[in-house]
């Protein structure tokens, strides 16, 4: 089994909605009000759920399915940014693993917005369990991918979630770091890669 094939359904079973079975037709509405979800909160970037969105009520229901289907798609990014860029920097695990959060965060800024809100004002008891779920499984996922950790250790579960979670702080530490210098320098925040970094630089 790999870390990804593991990792996304173990953390994201309470994104699941009460209705298990699902047409094609409904399965394709709800991938669209996702999207225009994920469009409306990288807008906003205000860490609010976008409840106002079309379609969002009667589609999900309540916020704790919505937060769910939101960290089910920064969970799905996350895992395979790890994995390819894993196979870019091999040598330097922890350090590929702080890029990859980095990078997922740049392309989900909105997700990550919501879920830093509702992780230090979660709405209720039943939020605030199943985010604590599911951030312990992505700093074992962290740690295991940096190689501080083994997938089969039980026991060791909670020194995992501890080393996951210093690597997300340095993760969150250089991108603040990086977007001020950025900011400080007046440049654009180039997305792309080093060419496009540079393009930018010299056209400042």
């Given at each position: 089994m790999t870390p990804y094939s593991w990792y996304v359904p173990a953390v994201c079973g309470y994104a699941e909605t009460k209705e298990t079975?699902?047409?094609w037709k409904s399965f394709h509405n709800r991938g669209e009000i996702l999207r225009a979800v994920i469009a409306t909160a990288d807008a906003r970037r205000d860490g609010i759920l976008?409840?106002?969105?079309e379609g969002v009520s009667d589609t999900f229901g309540d916020e704790l399915t919505l937060l769910g289907a939101l960290q089910l798609r920064w969970h799905t990014r996350l895992a395979g940014r790890i994995e390819r860029e894993l196979m870019h920097q091999p040598l330097d695990l922890e350090q590929s693993v702080i890029d990859a959060w980095r990078a997922t965060a740049d392309e989900l800024p909105g997700i990550r917005a919501i879920v830093d809100h509702y992780?230090?004002?979660p709405q209720d008891a039943a939020m605030a369990e199943a985010l604590a779920k599911s951030i312990g499984k992505e700093h074992i996922l962290l740690a295991i991918m940096a190689g501080q950790a083994n997938v089969h250790d039980t026991p060791g579960a909670e020194a995992a979630r501890r080393a996951g979670a210093r690597i997300e702080e340095r993760a969150r530490a250089t991108r603040t770091?990086?977007?001020t210098t950025v900011a400080d320098l007046g440049l654009p925040a180039a997305r792309g890669g080093l060419l496009e970094r540079l393009k930018a630089a010299l056209a400042a």
């Amino acid at each position: 089994m790999t870390p990804y094939s593991w990792y996304v359904p173990a953390v994201c079973g309470y994104a699941e909605t009460k209705e298990t079975t699902m047409t094609w037709k409904s399965f394709h509405n709800r991938g669209e009000i996702l999207r225009a979800v994920i469009a409306t909160a990288d807008a906003r970037r205000d860490g609010i759920l976008p409840l106002d969105v079309e379609g969002v009520s009667d589609t999900f229901g309540d916020e704790l399915t919505l937060l769910g289907a939101l960290q089910l798609r920064w969970h799905t990014r996350l895992a395979g940014r790890i994995e390819r860029e894993l196979m870019h920097q091999p040598l330097d695990l922890e350090q590929s693993v702080i890029d990859a959060w980095r990078a997922t965060a740049d392309e989900l800024p909105g997700i990550r917005a919501i879920v830093d809100h509702y992780r230090s004002e979660p709405q209720d008891a039943a939020m605030a369990e199943a985010l604590a779920k599911s951030i312990g499984k992505e700093h074992i996922l962290l740690a295991i991918m940096a190689g501080q950790a083994n997938v089969h250790d039980t026991p060791g579960a909670e020194a995992a979630r501890r080393a996951g979670a210093r690597i997300e702080e340095r993760a969150r530490a250089t991108r603040t770091s990086r977007a001020t210098t950025v900011a400080d320098l007046g440049l654009p925040a180039a997305r792309g890669g080093l060419l496009e970094r540079l393009k930018a630089a010299l056209a400042a």
